[in-house]
């Protein structure tokens, strides 16, 4: 279960927690390159509601959402088990299939609230006292320094490790369930990222304090997937009717996986992919898709993409991910997003990458208004902050979320 009925911690909530409205963002679009000025649209103020109608009106809410993966990866074999989401009592972050819309607007609305934060303010000290361990069994720099930053900026502490896997316990043979089972002793919740697909959901099986899934393997990435989301709708104002071109490595990449799944429960979204043959998305996300009634299509001109979506989502081909370097030679640099390409994009249209990038977008990219990779990174940071909140602060009576 990915979510607790009881609070971390053990005083009492005194008073209700309300829920506001999201604010949606509405893009202004300038000069013929899309450039932009980002204001708010304020939404009208929602009323008062005690957390039980909210809970409600979530549960209800989510009895349309889509089954998440199981630990295989495959998004159908729970057999249609809808997944219900508790305001105030989320425990792991491991799956984007265990978010529905309504739990994605909670996230939101703390996400705008962090950009907020200062230091010495007291939002900044919500998470004083707690403390958070990472776990990577693979290099990571921007999702490992993201979640570190967000603890410390709110006032938590960090033990941190970069090579979890050249640890002595881990080289003697340990498994990755001992390892969570005696790190949660002295940690409130734990980052992990791990090379193999579901470790995420093994660590949460046993685990007695939140675990949130920073990637495992080819398989998920939730809080990627939830910084991109909430930087699609900053950037382009909605996350229904909207087109979206996926490209690169899409077999292995695990933000693009997860993205499509997070996109699936929104309007009128039509996926395009584009990819090698070697590494063309995987069939359980194309059924997955398909079960939802989302539109994909594999297309094999990327300019002709570009010309037609809101949203180029490029990815790097994932040299780690290959047994045979002759597929890996084939594959990459196939498809490059450079000025020939961006000319093709609409003004209005984003190009978005999880990052690290390699050369499948040229640098002199980066100067255009619509190149937001960099921004989308910095939206992790208030996302994972969000995140961390919600996990960790919901035991406190001084906090509202």
């Known amino acids: 279960c990915y979510f607790r009925r009881e609070p971390?911690?053990?005083?009492?909530?005194?008073?209700?927690?309300?829920?506001?409205?999201?604010?949606?963002?509405?893009?202004?679009?300038?000069?013929?390159?899309?450039?932009?000025?980002?204001?708010?649209?304020?939404?009208?103020?929602?009323?008062?509601?005690?957390?039980?109608?909210?809970?409600?009106?979530?549960?209800?809410?989510?009895?349309?959402?889509?089954?998440?993966?199981?630990?295989?990866?495959?998004?159908?074999?729970?057999?249609?088990?809808?997944?219900?989401?508790?305001?105030?009592?989320?425990?792991?972050?491991v799956d984007s299939g265990q978010f529905n819309r309504a739990a994605v607007d909670v996230v939101f609305n703390e996400a705008l609230k962090m950009e907020k934060v200062r230091p010495g303010t007291p939002e900044s000290k919500v998470l004083d006292g707690f403390i958070m361990?990472?776990?990577?069994?693979?290099?990571?720099?921007?999702?490992?320094?993201?979640?570190?930053?967000?603890?410390?900026?709110?006032?938590?502490?960090?033990?941190?490790?970069?090579?979890?896997?050249?640890?002595?316990?881990?080289?003697k043979g340990e498994t990755l369930e001992d390892t969570v089972r005696t790190v949660e002793g002295y940690a409130d919740c734990i980052v992990i990222r791990h090379f193999q697909e579901g470790a995420a959901k093994r660590a949460a099986a046993v685990a007695s304090v939140p675990i949130l899934n920073a990637g495992d393997g080819p398989g998920q990435h939730?809080?990627?997937?939830?910084?991109?989301?909430?930087?699609?709708?900053r950037e382009i104002g909605r996350l229904s009717d909207i087109k979206v071109g996926m490209i690169g490595d899409l077999a292995n990449g695990r933000t693009v996986r997860s993205l499509a799944m997070c996109l699936s429960m929104y309007d009128n979204v039509q996926l395009y992919?584009?990819?090698?043959?070697?590494?063309?998305?995987?069939?359980?996300?194309?059924?997955?898709?398909?079960?939802?009634?989302?539109?994909?299509?594999?297309?094999?001109?990327?300019?002709?993409?570009?010309?037609?979506?809101?949203?180029?989502?490029?990815?790097?081909?994932?040299?780690?991910?290959?047994?045979?370097?002759?597929?890996?030679?084939a594959a990459k640099g196939k498809y490059i997003i450079d000025r020939e390409v961006m000319r093709a994009l609409q003004p209005h249209a984003v190009v978005m990458h999880p990052l690290p990038r390699v050369d499948?977008?040229?640098?002199?990219v980066d100067s255009d208004p619509r190149?937001?990779?960099?921004?989308?990174?910095?939206?992790?940071?208030?996302?994972?902050?969000?995140?961390?909140?919600?996990?960790?602060?919901?035991?406190?009576s001084d906090i509202r979320l």
């Open 222 to 233: 939730p809080t990627q997937a939830l910084l991109d989301l909430y930087t699609i709708q």
């Open 360 to 364: 499948e977008i040229t640098t002199d």
């Open 133 to 171: 361990s990472t776990l990577f069994y693979e290099p990571s720099t921007r999702t490992r320094l993201s979640f570190e930053s967000a603890m410390s900026r709110l006032g938590g502490t960090v033990l941190s490790t970069e090579s979890a896997g050249e640890y002595s316990s881990a080289a």
């Open 8 to 93: 971390v911690r053990a005083e009492p909530l005194s008073r209700n927690h309300t829920l506001r409205n999201f604010v949606s963002m509405r893009t202004l679009h300038g000069s013929a390159h899309g450039a932009r000025c980002t204001v708010p649209q304020t939404t009208t103020a929602a009323p008062q509601l005690s957390i039980r109608r909210l809970r409600g009106a979530v549960r209800a809410a989510a009895s349309a959402t889509a089954p998440a993966p199981s630990a295989s990866g495959s998004p159908l074999a729970n057999n249609g088990a809808a997944v219900d989401w508790h305001l105030q009592t989320l425990k792991h972050v």
């Open 273 to 329: 992919f584009v990819a090698p043959e070697v590494v063309r998305m995987r069939d359980d996300i194309k059924s997955y898709l398909t079960a939802r009634g989302v539109k994909w299509t594999e297309v094999s001109d990327l300019r002709e993409v570009a010309a037609d979506v809101d949203v180029l989502y490029q990815t790097r081909i994932q040299k780690e991910r290959f047994q045979d370097m002759t597929s890996y030679a």
């Open 371 to 396: 190149a937001a990779y960099f921004r989308q990174a910095r939206n992790g940071l208030y996302v994972r902050m969000a995140l961390l909140k919600l996990c960790l602060a919901d035991g406190r």
